[in-house]
């Protein structure tokens, strides 16, 4: 007999990461009985059990993997059996200033390797998992002020000449440069600082190889060392510090990277010669040559100035990774021209309302999201679609911020303003988008997640080895060699190799007007091999239009025609917009309407002079048992095969009339379904539309199959079942219909021109709702999943080919041995070469 199992719904409190996600998952699904998934946000764990089991229990098993506190959750609980609840308390976890909940969280600074997802801190600072400084996220910046120091009553938007004294005009309050050129910058000044240190040092190690050493004329061996030990000072406790700290916070933290090696290597050789230096009585013969213990100071200063070169280049390259976003935020303009009182006056783009009219003048940015009141002109979109033609506009039509007007002038009237604007929605999801991981990126993290300690492990038993059965003096080589494995392995070009490719690939898609949700879903696009789309808005124009309004004998065209209108005007659907545009340049009187209705996909139904009222398919004509007269069903049904959209009026008991309605096939949908076909896609459509109208338009585009008069439920259950069948499905619509299905397909593609709904509802957006866009998008979802491959495969061989050769493999062949300076080189420039291997993907055209 099957068991009745029973779901309850949990409130986690203290996960601030997806690492701890994981670990309050897998504690949970540890306790016998039950099945648990973990969500981050919201904090909810999702519990499937055949008994009832106290949340005490719950709370003991997850109290033994951090501080984390379970209670029911009364909002979504479906089946609340328990009673008992722990109240969760606060919490902290890895640094007190980071937000608990990564999407609310309003710090500005998050880790480039995204160790724990989205999270965002509030200050700079190093990651607490992997030690690499944070990055500060891209930002519009607040419009900078200027004034002139003689006449403070003068305040510009712009810096220029004061108008009264003729003085440079100052900023208005001090502003510092971008910070992550100030980074870069205290990096060069470090690096400089560690050059002017280290060739002393590294000249005077060298020394020995000169015949005759004539440095020796000067001073002694032993005073020598002492010089080298005083020059190493400034690089070990100022350039190079920073490496120390952020290898003592890993093993603290035990989140070892790249940078635990790092320290335990400079730092083994830098220590070891202060004590040779010190004590040198206290090492055996082994350990010295020509009578002497031998230092390392050259080795750890040079190790750690080629780290700080390498960290200077990946901040250099890092920058030049989000590019896009820092174009994308160069458009933001940051005045506008306000028309109050029939006067014109500059204001800064912040105090600009909705509701304003601003005058666009030639050449000028638009300054905010609207719509054009008066005038006509051409605009560039390019930077938002990736279109590069201007786009003619008219009055009504909507014009976007950042986009640049032509050569005419016109006043437009403000909607969106500030965080609202698209430009700033795109902004906004390119920089979470970036910040999120694809699920290739959990094998690097779990390989990441064993690496240091097997580095750790390799270096003793190179050492060991070394030790016992090396040539003299054995323990030289068993320090050195063991030395070389800890500094050329690289965790950390094994940790870029996927962030630094989404980053670059999400932000050239942005500049496509492509906008991706999450990486997950880049990387899902590669695979598809099934697209489904929606007619309207989506192979259509989505601007339908009326033809002609058909009456039956016994209705006059007027009488329907105004039935239609009136049961419209409180519809918002594109149909019913298209026939009021109609009706009222017919003058068309609009009749009271009571008891309206909408049926989703059907139509929608009213009152009209006290008798029932329908305008929908023929499928809401049989849910309200109304007659279609055989007449009016033929007449339509010769509409229908061209193309066309017919929606029936019932007025009583049976249908009087229809009106013809026509929807513009977009011009770009035949190209991007062959092109999507070659490919090996099959595209279907589905719409609710009837199947002579669907057989038009398919047999029109050449689809490899259709579905008419499909609800939004059936939409839904048919992408399940193609999932069903193994195929990998993607769902382009534009409406609220689509919603359901946007969200069950394997990838959502919503069209910029149709509904939030459908935006919110999507994994990618097309700005310029184009299918055209989703070619673009497998492309480059192709490209990206390459370079992250690439990526790995560098990342990945390098260690494994450098680790063994560091080790001295090759010595017994060939007589080679690595140096840790050469290592240290090796280990820098492999980060930059993962970066720059990322920034190919700008170069690739879509």
């Known amino acids: 007999m099957e068991k009745h199992q029973m779901i309850h719904h949990y409130h986690i409190a203290g996960m601030s990461c997806d690492g701890c996600r994981t670990k309050v998952e897998q504690a949970l699904n540890r306790i016998d009985g039950i099945t648990a998934t973990v969500t981050l946000d919201p904090p909810v764990a999702t519990i499937t059990m055949e008994q009832h089991i106290p949340t005490q229990e719950l709370q003991k098993a ?362 700033s929605q795109i902004v906004d999801m390119v920089n979470k988008a970036s910040r999120s991981k694809a699920p290739i990126q959990k094998t690097a993290d779990r390989i990441s997640g064993y690496f240091v300690p097997a580095v750790i492990g390799i270096a003793v038993v190179t050492a060991v080895i070394w030790g016992i059965w090396g040539p003299e003096p054995r323990y030289v080589y068993a320090f050195v060699n063991a030395l070389a494995v800890l500094i050329i392995a690289c965790p950390c070009a094994l940790g870029l190799a996927t962030p630094m490719s989404i980053m670059v690939g999400v932000g050239k898609g942005a500049q496509n007007g492509i906008l991706i949700k999450n990486a997950e879903s880049l990387e899902k696009m590669n695979a598809i091999d099934l697209l489904i789309v929606d007619k309207t808005g989506t192979l259509t124009e989505g601007k339908p239009s009326v033809e002609k309004v058909i009456a039956a004998e016994s209705a006059p065209e007027a009488g329907v025609l105004q039935y239609i209108a009136s049961l419209n005007s409180a519809s918002e659907h594109p149909l019913a917009q298209a026939t009021a545009r109609y009706a009222k340049e017919k003058e068309t009187t609009l009749l009271p309407v009571t008891g309206f209705e909408a049926v989703t996909g059907k139509g929608v139904t009213g009152q009209l002079n006290g008798k029932q009222a329908a305008l929908g398919n023929s499928k809401l004509l049989e849910q309200l048992s109304m007659a279609l007269p055989d007449n009016l069903r033929e007449t339509a049904a010769k509409e229908q095969s061209s193309g066309k959209t017919v929606s029936y009026l019932a007025y009583g008991h049976e249908a009087i009339g229809f009106v013809v309605i026509s929807d513009k096939i977009k011009e770009t949908s035949k190209e991007a379904i062959t092109a999507l076909q070659k490919e090996g896609l099959q595209v279907i459509m589905l719409t609710g539309d009837n199947p002579q109208t669907a057989a038009a338009v398919a047999g029109e585009l050449g689809l490899d199959g259709f579905e008419a008069q499909m609800l ?135």
């Open 62 to 423: 997850l109290s033994a993997v951090g501080n984390y506190t379970i209670a029911v959750d009364t909002h979504t609980q479906e089946n609340p059996h328990a009673h008992d609840q722990v109240y969760p308390k606060e919490h902290h976890h890895h640094d007190q200033h980071v937000n608990s909940n990564a999407e609310d969280s309003k710090g500005n600074y998050y880790c480039p390797m995204h160790c724990e997802g989205e999270k965002t801190y509030e200050k700079p600072g190093n990651c607490p998992v992997c030690g690499m400084a944070l990055v500060k996220k891209p930002e519009a910046k607040q419009q900078a002020q200027y004034t002139c120091p003689m006449h403070p009553e003068i305040i510009k938007n712009q810096p220029g000449a004061c108008p009264i004294c003729g003085m440079d005009m100052v900023p208005l309050q001090p502003t510092g440069s971008d910070e992550e050129e100030q980074g870069y910058l205290l990096l060069v000044r470090k690096l400089k600082i560690a050059i002017v240190f280290t060739l002393p040092i590294f000249l005077i190690a060298m020394a020995d190889m000169i015949p005759g050493n004539p440095l020796h004329h000067l001073l002694s061996k032993t005073a020598w060392s002492w010089v080298q030990l005083v020059l190493s000072l400034p690089v070990v406790f100022y350039a190079a510090w920073i490496f120390f700290q952020r290898a003592w916070q890993s093993i603290m933290t035990r989140h070892f990277n790249m940078f635990t090696l790092i320290g335990i290597g400079a730092g083994a050789a830098w220590l070891f010669s202060v004590v040779a230096l010190l004590f040198p009585g206290f090492f055996p013969e082994r350990f010295k040559m020509d009578g002497a213990v031998y230092v390392y100071f050259e080795a750890a200063t040079v190790i750690l100035t080629l780290v700080l070169v390498g960290q200077v280049l990946e901040a250099r390259a890092h920058s030049r990774t989000n590019t896009a976003i820092k174009e994308l935020l160069k458009l933001a303009p940051n005045q506008a021209t306000r028309i109050n009182n029939g006067q014109e006056e500059t204001v800064s783009i912040d105090r600009v309302q909705s509701g304003d009219l601003l005058r666009v003048k030639p050449g000028e940015k638009i300054p905010v999201d609207g719509r054009i009141d008066n005038g006509e002109t051409s605009i560039d979109e390019s930077m938002i679609t990736g279109e590069p033609l201007p786009v003619s506009k008219r009055p009504g039509d909507q014009v976007v911020a950042g986009t640049i007007n032509g050569n005419k002038t016109f006043v437009m009237k403000a909607e969106k303003v500030g965080a609202d604007t698209l430009l």
């Open 712 to 846: 939004p439920e059936n939409k839904l259950d048919y992408i399940k079942k193609l999932q069903d069948q193994g195929k990998k499905v993607a769902m382009a619509g534009d409406g609220i219909n689509d919603a359901p299905a946007l969200s069950q397909a394997d990838i959502g593609i919503a069209m910029g021109t149709g509904t939030d709904v459908a935006i919110e509802s999507a994994a990618i957006t097309l700005v310029k709702g184009d299918l055209q866009g989703i070619a673009k998008s497998r492309a480059l979802s192709h490209w990206v999943m390459r370079n992250i491959r690439e990526n790995l495969f560098f990342a990945l061989g390098y260690n494994v080919v450098g680790i063994p050769i560091a080790a001295g493999l090759l010595y017994p062949l060939t007589g080679w041995l690595l140096s840790p300076m050469i290592a240290a080189l090796a280990m820098s420039l492999s980060s930059v070469s993962v970066i720059v291997n990322a920034l190919r993907l700008r170069n690739i055209k879509l």
